[in-house]
């Protein structure tokens, strides 16, 4: 087997296959390296969400590339579509974040004109209160404050999404290896070699998207990307009738109609489990926005690690060591997936007037703590 | 009920029966937790209750009364219609019990969740009218139902020749008995004879059975495969290839079988390690010699720790109930040990049959491995088509899979497509299914409403 | 498919907004079975018949909404009044979700 490639991503997640598909699209030779199916996969966990909302309220640049983002995604699910036949479910039709208290509502409003300053004024948003919010959604609780709405926020299937990456970066002739977790990475004479248990691979880019694996593998080639879990549980119920026109970021309805409720933030570590507290915790909420959900069944709960960065904005790294190696770390990967596979992958390919700016570089972090 | 026990028991099935009463013997503060209304689990179900004549069930039914009459009168705390929901590592039990959601702890938790039958896939089998042997023995314990004449009987193993020998009892008409098991398995199951004599009365209930059915004439297909079930919206006919010849018999109602499996959805919920059985073909919960699992404190006892059958499950469940007493101090290392020897001895008597009985019905390949216009997943509809076209696309295992087509998503969460769904992968990678991994198990493990949990 | 062994009592249940006549003192699949009521709903993605298959609460096949809330069949008794709704629409009718 050939083990020499152009490109070699390590991880096949959201992050690493978009970018594979742009760059394998560029006409570079690209190997996927993932792991195995048991895995820490933040994909697997995700909420599907594009979200724009809340974004960047004190990181300028990042509320503007998730603006970007979702622009982007009309024309980026277009492409996955006619290319791989697969529908993943993408509704841009704006999102709410619904307020639970008097004090939430305000907060929110605060943080949303805050977005809105940083966006040079273009941002949309509304804060609805509990009337103006049952008009759009008459299943809202009477006891819900309001939420903030936000018309470029949207949703897709994340599985169905991951799926359709997959496909289309072997449809650009993207090598996908499973099973390949790299144990070791080294610069050697003019390219860069990489170990798994069984193989060694040969590569002149490489690009660390492994998640929370990342820290381990970018020290290899001296870089410092820090990401820390953390852990979000989710629910999944049967098959309701179509009710929610929209994403929120509590609940959202599936295109088979089932509902995933989410949204905690545990710190815990490395611990991908459930607990009862949050479980309940989530229902007890979801059932308090829309009371009809009281007799809807729980099909599935389950948790997954976010990959967190220490200001939530996604690094976009090149070593400035070895300047053909990048690690990219976000917990975003749907919303940012159009622009990883467009924007990113042009700049990873080489050009370097697509590059998303030094404010995106890990060393953002290295500067603030001296 | 307290907020807290010594030990919480799941299953009252003979396992989990025992292990309660052999806890609670000693001290032991004791729940036991079933979801039936009624003490014995599958195998002794109703016993209390049924209107059906021991008799026409069998010797080894019958015995149940007197197991079940024996749990009553134990000194512990015995909650029926009651689901476990929720189990996690650290012992946290989430209940349901009419209607409402209740949360207890536990110091030590003993699984006795049972078995569950092995899906039987092939095109068809998702009709209305076709069912498994255990569903044909429920109804016949639970509500006195036998089939219409012209049943179809079709599978592999043991409990189907049980359940045609009861049917014939009950006067039941049999149209055919379509036997799956491959010929090649006697020859290979010879060579574990000598150790099986040991459990020879295991041998003669076969033989009898065998006997029975034979003189009642019912017409006996072997080494039938390519079954291809027909009609809509229910069954009407069955279509099977016996002896090179394709046949179809015209019929309402199959019932399927094809062994059982342990029902792990509890014990993997709960973190306890799995391994492969070869020879048994099924993932079974890594245990030590008392039942403990790879999680400490979290015992499995019964069928759920690899098929053993009703007797020997009693016995393991004893055993995982001596270790308990142990552990919390009501039984010194000396005493315990003197308890536990006979019951270890006889069991592993029990088990000296296992392994003639699993290779004496091994399943062939080609029955594990469906066709790919079969279903996998009868909740979300996916075929075994659709699992080979992602494994196509390097799909990394089971759970991608799942991701990636719903497969095991819906609300069986994946009892009846796990199995299959490892096996597909085993054979597309020409790798030992324990190469291969299984489903993550989610909570919840049995039906919960948001309602109920906003309210608990 | 089933017949019973000796004879049974019955109870009256609403399906579907029609009344019904269901033997009494059984599972509610069981009762389903016996009273030839099959297909007993329709598989929500196709909309394909489905029955009861495994009677011990496994495979969810016998899933109906009775008082409101989606439940197994096969685990829960026949109960006079019980208002049943089939998942998936009536056997006549397969669209409704």
Redo the contacts between chains.
Sequence with gaps: MNNHFDTIIVGGGLVGSAIACGIARRGRQVAVLDGGDRDFRASRGNFGLIWVQGKGGDFPAYAHLTGDAARRWPAFEQMLRDSTGIDIGLQQTGGYDFCLSESDWLARNQEMQLVKQHRGGEFNYQMFDNSELRERIPQVSEAIVGASYCPEDGHVNPLYLLRALHQKMQIEGCRYIPQQVVVRSAREQNHFVLDTATERYQCERIVFCAGLDNQRLAQDLNMTIPVKPLRGQLLISERVDPFLPCASLQVRQTGEGSLQIGNSHEDVGLDESTCLEVITELATRAVKIFPHLHKIRLNRAWGALRVMTPDAAPIYHQSSEHPAAYAISCHSGVTLAAYHATGLADWISGDESAAPGNEFSADRFSVRSH | MKDSYQLAVIGAGPAGMAAAQAAAGHGVDVILFDEQARPGGQIYRNIENTSVDHGLLGKDYAMGAQIVQAFRQASLDYQPNTSVWYLDKSRQIGLLQQGASEQVFAKRIVIASGAQERPMPFPGWQLPGVMTAGAGQVLLKSAAMVPEDGVVLAGCGPLLLLLAWQYLQAGVKIAALLETTPKSNSGKALRHLPKALVASEYLFKGLQLTRAIRRAGIPWHKSVCDLRAEGGPNLKAIHFSSSGKNQCIETGLLLLHQGVIPDLQIAQAAGCGLEWHEARQSWQPKLDNWGESSQLGIFVAGDLGGIVGARAARLTGQLAGLQVAHQLGYLDHAMRDKLAGPIQKARDRHHAIRPFLDAYYRIAESALVPLNETLVCRCEEVTAGHIRDVIALGCNGPNQAKAFTRCGMGPCQGRLCAATVEQIFASAHKKPVSEIGRYNARPPIKPITLGQLADS | ??????TNAQVEVTLDGESLDLPAG??LA?AF??AGQ???GH????H??????????????C?IEVD?????A??I?VVQGMCLRRPGGT?DNGSQ?
């Design positions: 498919m089933f017949r019973f062994l000796d059984i599972s069981a079975i016996a099959t297909p007993m598989s929500p993605v196709s394909s018949p489905r029955t009861a298959y495994c009677m011990m609460g496994s495979c969810f096949e899933v409101g809330v989606n439940q197994r096969c685990q008794e056997a979700s």
